[in-house]
């Protein structure tokens, strides 16, 4: 299969999320919109002036939860021209920066919190490419000497950082600077708990993001996420342990990072992993917390669909004991948990119920500006939670504008979208079409890519 060239962001290597974007773009040309199984759902009707309103430009799009960008832009309404909001932005980013080495924690804790607000809601490649090693450096010293808080906020720049730097080498780079300690704070018992939870999710978004291609990064960073939520799994005589405070918390957020970083191996080491790790997982689905419970339901659905997509025959041994536990889950009406935590739990195991017996998937349509994205596979929506997690409510401006997650979603370059938009809309006859014939072309793909890289693993 021919290597795909990158640009400027990019690097010369050549992943699955890219082999995928080139042959959905070169079958059906610069067609924005991704899809599902089963055609089109959830349309947006927005008027003309709606969809007018969301056509930001690429640096003076509002601020959704960034101090900085409010304060660049006069905080108050006042109009203020692109250039100089620009450089007010970049002015107050740059003492940010400067503060990430203060001496007061508080000063610091506070420079981690504007900075994390205008990386998720705004692109600032062109300013962070000359200032990356800078910042990294400072990430790692918060991450190495501060307290609980500040470990937790450092860790959660450093995949917003990784985010905004894309997959070529400069994110590669950032990557292998902070992966040691991301992996460290993650398992280490005397760190706070809040610390451990932000340390694994930004290991699993970094390495996603960042991993090379020989697979050293991945297979680290999967087994240092594996030595922490394994110790959820059953003793020797079948008895889960009980959790201490705060634990069932870590091991979801290393669980959820975990099985985003499955969705990059190959098909003989998917083989091994679904082998060793179903069994114990369904003894989870027994444990006290239901977040946790719900961590790995959705886990188990993931796996199950990964083992399907290398073959259409898998199924897993002991499918009836499971489906009897799914079922009991899904009608959960225990009155000794909130109402709240049934309500939430049954929703989920349904979803998960389906998928495993028929193989249903609930749609969903993500829409930002005249765009959207179609959640239609167990592996979609682990990818899609994932940036949600790191970018919050930035990850609406961030599927428009980055090119990193427009090429893992497969949406092309940014649209420019001018008063012909209402004409150049395409139907949704036309949206069913390519949605169907890029799932299975991606899922196809997918398989050769996996047995392609099946030697590093």
């Avoid at 705004?122 to 190495?144: A, G, M, N, P, Q």
């Avoid at 659905?301 to 898998?314: N, P, Q, T, W, Y």
């Avoid at 069913?432 to 799932?439: E, G, P, R, V």
């Amino acid at each position: 299969m021919p290597r795909i060239k990158k640009g400027k962001r990019g690097s010369n290597k050549c992943s699955l999320r890219h082999e995928v974007l080139q042959l959905q773009l070169s079958a059906k040309g610069p067609l924005s919109l991704k899809g599902g199984r089963n055609g089109v759902k959830g349309e947006s009707g927005a008027s003309d002036d709606e969809l007018a309103s969301d056509v930001l430009s690429h640096y003076s799009s509002a601020s959704e939860s960034a101090s900085v960008v409010d304060e660049a832009t006069g905080g108050g309404g006042e109009p203020v021209d692109e250039q100089t909001a620009q450089e007010e932005t970049e002015d107050k980013l740059k003492q940010c920066i400067d503060n990430l080495m203060d001496k007061s924690a508080k000063t610091r804790l506070a420079a981690l919190s504007s900075l994390g607000g205008a990386f998720s809601s705004k692109l600032l490649y062109d300013f962070l490419i000359e200032r990356r090693l800078t910042v990294s450096d400072c990430l790692e010293r918060s991450l190495r000497k501060g307290g609980g808080e500040e470990q937790a906020a450092a860790a959660t720049v450093c995949a917003q950082l990784c985010v905004q730097l894309g997959g070529g080498d400069e994110g590669e780079e950032g990557f292998k600077i902070l992966r040691p300690v991301l992996s460290a704070i993650m398992i280490d018992g005397c760190a706070s708990m809040a610390a451990r939870q932000s340390c694994a999710r930004a290991l699993g978004m970094c390495c996603y993001v960042s991993a090379a291609e020989d697979g050293e990064d991945l297979v680290k960073s999967m087994s240092h996420l594996e030595s922490v939520f394994t110790m959820s799994y059953p003793n020797r005589e079948g008895t889960l342990p009980t959790p201490n405070a705060g634990a069932p918390g870590l091991h979801s957020a290393a669980l959820h990072a975990w099985g985003l970083l499955v969705t990059l191996c190959p098909a003989s080491r998917l083989t091994v992993l679904l082998d060793l790790h179903l069994p114990k997982l369904q003894a989870c689905l027994e444990s006290s917390d239901v977040n946790y419970r719900i961590a790995v339901g959705m886990t188990i659905a993931l796996l199950v669909e990964l083992g399907r997509d290398i073959d259409r025959e898998f199924e897993f041994e002991d499918s009836d004991t499971l489906c009897e536990c799914l079922k009991g889950l899904a009608t959960d009406g225990n009155k000794h948990r909130a109402k709240n935590d049934r309500r939430k739990q049954r929703t989920i195991f349904r979803e998960v119920l389906h998928y495993i017996e028929n193989e249903d998937f609930s749609e969903e349509n993500i829409r930002f500006g005249v765009e959207g994205i179609y959640i239609d596979s167990w592996m979609r929506r682990r990818v899609y939670d994932a940036f949600k997690e790191v970018l919050e409510s930035g990850v609406r401006h961030h599927l428009q504008f980055n090119p990193l997650l427009r090429d893992i979603f497969g949406l092309g370059p940014p649209q420019i979208l001018d008063s012909s938009v209402k004409s150049s809309k395409i139907s949704r006859f036309e949206k069913h079409l390519f949605n169907s014939a890029a799932f299975k072309a991606r899922t196809k793909l997918r398989n050769k890519v996996r047995d392609k890289r099946a030697d590093v693993m």
